[in-house]
Structures are given as structure tokens and as C-alpha cells.
DNA sequence: CCTTTCTAGGAATACGTTTTCCTTCGTAAG
DNA sequence: CTTACGAAGGAAAACGTATTCCTAGAAAGG
């Protein structure tokens, strides 16, 4: 154990080429599998390096190598309930090929994102993902920036810089498909501002796959509101007056299916034998929490992340891709909308 | 922009020298303010490094100097719902004295942890912070790391390592307060397994304050049981039943008091009228999303980040602190205890 | 005019690696 | 016996910066 606030030495390539009996060149070639060396130095230098404990300075091979190992993943939203699992789904997809990530959040304040772009570039960071909560197209982050550049659960309004996205539409599609696939006849559907994109893709998916069943749902039919359960518990009432015999109700967030949830229960209407109930983001304390579970669309943020890591690691090595690009969406099926499943 | 896959230079102090007409050497102490220069030099190097963008390679700063102005933050949870605030916390305290944060989720696997290890050692990083989800000792994460060692949310079996905890006990104490103040006379305290040291710190704290008070409820009269909203609304008809009267209901988590307030609501009773209702952890969307929103204890979890990041500043200067070391918790009032209070 | 002192800035070294080039030695071919 | 060649490993350069030491010139004092 070093003494408090002493500059301790590690263990330099030096120390094992010494303990070996080689030179550093020779030391580095053995560790690294380069060069013409016997079997029998090789193994000298491995054991050496291990009876150390030797572990290569990163920084000094970056300085080297031009490059540094290293990402940032930078976020609007304080690393919240969207951005999180992208950027561990990233992280992970990173992580395997050895790269770590420098965390970034700019609390959507624009100079602490300059700050972080300052950082970024004096660490050297081999690329750089940005993450957000909306899927609107924001500001493109620095275009001249000289560094690989990946958006993820948003895009830039340079349409030609590569975003990974959730198939929200597609979102809408598969819960209208499992609501028809159950019989269910008369639908609603309760969702967020209509200023978000994401509600606005979710709607269209539902209402194009109601025409194509030949179901009487549309755009018009589509209650606009807030992302919360107020709204949920508000919304819920309405629709039981203006759609009589309504048996199933499609929400654009789970926070707004357990508001729907608690209204029914109170007026008496049993989920989901008189009324199946879809959610959206398949967010755990939510879905689970309620009674009964909710089914719900997943957007599979942790898919969103590992994609956009790969088109991150496919610009660093030289082809980049372009534009957005969509990721499925997953519908999970609890007792909401089957009285089998849990 | 540079041609795609183009291994572009970035500028070096080596360029911004030769704009300004000086030697690597006085560009440096120049751009550092030391040494003896004129200031007219001085002014001439700033504003070709200006011109050029330069910003200084850390790398290469790092490995000098033998600092790298780097930690990494690990946390088993997957940057959960408590890692997160603590994180950030951390971050943010950190990032004032230019330190940046590696992110590290372990997914509580040990060969991952030691992978995690390896990495932050091989890049030299100044310091660690281990975050955790409970509170309860885990193993330390490497006695002889040679780096410095903060943990948070969570604390070594070697006890003399630095942590940083909730102040749990005194949580209880602040709900228990709170609705004596209210005139509150006949008490519940519903909570998680007691196999996690936080449910019986609350309670402990709970139960000393009413104690205090010459109130007649004791450690007898606490319910463990799950940390879920079934078991908030199964545990709400236990105490209807067994404690006739009862006006005042503490839950060890906000989904415990979202199962409670749920049932409560189903058999007529009033919140906050009838029955008052504290949560604990203050999570944004159980807490608002309740009808009505829930009173609850905040853990402070920002602080507890800051307060790590802090410890471990010290211990990198030298000056290492030891032992626990807790952070006071605060109640934030709603509806659920105070009818005027949205 | 000569010597000392101070100032401004240049040259060189160090940090820890990787890689390129070079040297040495042994062996086989002519 | 001489030449060529392959194998094994050493020496040195390079990455970008901070710092220490040194030098050239100017100013000041005798």
C-alpha cells in the first residue's frame, strides 16, 4: 500500500523488458504478437509482464496511434429514462471493442455542450454520439467538427448526418395488429402533444393499419393531450362517452395507459375483458406496477444504442454512412390485453 | 470538411509556434502563462492558437505530467434509478475541475468489474467512484489498486474506506416528524424486506422519533414486505384492518405508497383527509403521478455525488478521508399529507 | 571600454509506447 | 571459401506537450 499522496510508479514496459532481458522494442513486439521473436522470449516477456502486473499506458499508445480509443456519448436530457438505455446498449457495443465512453450531459443548455465539444476534442475522442429524448431533428452539432458524429432517438437538421431511430409508426402498426388479431372492434387511441413527432408517427402507424383492416378509425379519431396520467385519467372518461362500446384503447405512453387504467378500474370496467389495453415505451415500473400489467410497444432503446455504436465504429473506420435510419419496435404482451399472461 | 476516411492532422502547439513565429517551447508557456515572455509574444502565440483552434492534445498532457484528469464511475445497477442522480452529481462536481468520467456498468458481474478495472488502470485514470443500488457492504473493489477509492450509495466490507450513504434513520425521523406536526395521532409504516439494512434504518427512525414523542408505535408494529405497489395494496387493507383509526401511513418506497394510495382510493378512504400518506425516494414520476401527488423523502442522491466526487478529489491531492460518511435527506410536501399543496 | 546582471526566448529532455530500420549471427548455396 | 539469405533482436524515431537549462543580447555599472 503506497503512503498517502505519494507519486506512485507503475510499471512501465521498461520494468518487464529489464525483468526479461530484452530490450523495450523486443518487450513490445512479444506483448503485442509483432516481429520475428523466438517462442521461448515471447513467453520470458509474458511472464514478466504478468508477475508485474504490467498494464499498457493508453494514453502513450493513443499519442502514438492517432487515436485514442475512446467515445463520447453526450445527452440533453440528463441521461434519463431514454437516453439511458441507448447509451448502455452503446456502451456495451463500444465496450467489446475495447473503447470506453466519456459520459456528457449537457442539461440542455447549449454552452455546457460547446464545453463538452471543447473536451471532447482535446481528448482526442475517436467519435462522439448524441443522444436525446425527442426524435425532432435539433441543431447539427458542430458540421465541421472533424470527428465521426452518430445521433441516436434524434436527428440533426443536416439530414445527411446518420441517426439511429425507433420505428414509431411501426410502433403504432404492431399494437393496432394485436388489438384486431384479439377480435377488438371499436378503438381509441389516447397519446402526447401533437407537436411531437413521436406521437404524430404513432397515430399515423395505428390509423393506417385500422384502414387496411377496413376498421371506421381515423385521424380524426386520435385524443391529442399531455404525456401524463392526468391526461390518461381525463382522456379515459371522454372516450367512453363519445365511443360507445369502445373494447380496446391504444396509448401513446405507458404514464397514460396507467392513468386510462386507474379511471377504468374506478368506473368500473374491467381490463381487459371489457376493454384491452395497449401502452407505449414498455417502461418497467410502470407496466409492471399497474393492475393488471401493461402491454406495451417497446421501442428497444438498447437496439437503438448498439446500432448506432456500430455506425459510429463503421465512420471511425472510414465509412460513414448517412441519414436516419429506422430500429423495430417490440410489442410485449402482459394481462392488459390477455387475461393468460401475467 | 475532410474526405471521408482522410487520417486528418489535427493542429498541433508545433503549428501554432511556427504562426507565431516562436519556438514549441515559448508557444507552450505562452498558452500556460509561465516562464518570462513579453507580453506582445504572448498576445501574437494566443492569437495564432485562436486562428488555428488549437486545443492541446491531454493525452499528451497526461502522460507527462502523470495525471489524466480522468476517473471512472462504476456501478453494478446499470445506472438505474439510483446510480443515475449520483452519477450525475458526481459529474457534475467533477467536471468543474476538468475532470471527465468514464461510464462503467458492471451488470454486476465480477469479470466485468475486473475488465472495468483493468481499463481504468491501463488509462491511468486519477480516481474511482463505486456506485451501488443498496446500501448494504460489498467487497472491496481492490485493496492495492494504487488508485484512490470512493464509494457511494453503497460501502466497502473494509470499513475504513471512504463512503458516501443516505442518512436513512434520519429519513424515518423526518416523515415521523412531519405528520405528528400535521396532528396526526394513529400511525402505519409499510416497507420493504427487511433484509435490506435501508427498510430497517428507516423504520429504526421512524420508530425513535414516534418514540420521542411518547406515540405508542414500535419496531412490532412495522411492515415488511416487498418493495412493489401489489404489496403497497395489499399491505393497505392489513392496516385498515388491524389498526382501526389510523390517520397517517409511512411507505419505505413511493411505488409501496402508490399501491396504498391505489387501495385507499378503491375503499373510499380520502387522502389526505382521512389517512396522510409519506412516500420515500421523491421519484419524479410515482410521486406526481399519484392522485394526489405524494409527500415523500428525497435522498438527495445529487449530494451524495457531489459529496463522493469531493472525497475523492481530497484522497487524489493526497489527503484521503475515511470511513462512512452520510448525507442528510429532505421531505418534500404534497398533496398527500397537505390539501393546500398541489 | 570591459564586465556583470537581467531578460526573452530557444534547445533539449522526458513521459511510455509502437514501429521501422539496422545489425549481428548462423547456415546454406554456389 | 565466398556470397546470399533468413532469423532474432537491438537502436532510434515518432507522437504532442511541459519544463529545465542554456544562450544571446541588452542594459547597467565600473
Known sequence: ???????????????????AGVSIGTASKALNGQGKLRAETRDRVAAAARELGFAPN???RGLLAGRTYTVGVITTDSFGRFSIPVMLGAENALGAGQISVFMCDTRDDPEREQQYLDMLLSRRADGLIVAGRRIEPRPSIGPTLGVPVVYAMTQSMDSDEPAILPDDAGGGRLAAEHLLALGRRRFGHITGPPRFLAA???????????????????????????WSEAWGREAARLVMHTTPGVDAIFCGSDQIARGVSDTLRLIGCRVPEDIAL????????????????????????EDIG???AEHLLLAIKGEPTHG????????VARGSTSPETP
Open 306 to 308: 448498439r446500432v448506432a
Open 58 to 60: 493508453v494514453l502513450a
Open 324 to 331: 436516419p435510419h429506422t430500429v423495430p419496435c417490440r410489442l
Open 1 to 19: 500500500m503506497p503512503a498517502p499522496g505519494s507519486k506512485l510508479k507503475r510499471t512501465t514496459i521498461r520494468d518487464v523488458a529489464a525483468l
Open 200 to 226: 404524430r408517427m404513432r397515430a399515423r402507424g395505428f390509423c393506417d393499419a385500422m384502414a387496411e383492416a377496413g376498421m371506421p378509425f381515423t385521424a380524426n379519431d386520435v385524443l391529442y393531450g399531455e
Open 278 to 301: 395497449v401502452g407505449f415505451d414498455n417502461w418497467s415500473p410502470m407496466v409492471l406496477g399497474a393492475d393488471p400489467p401493461l402491454t406495451s410497444i417497446d421501442m428497444c432503446l
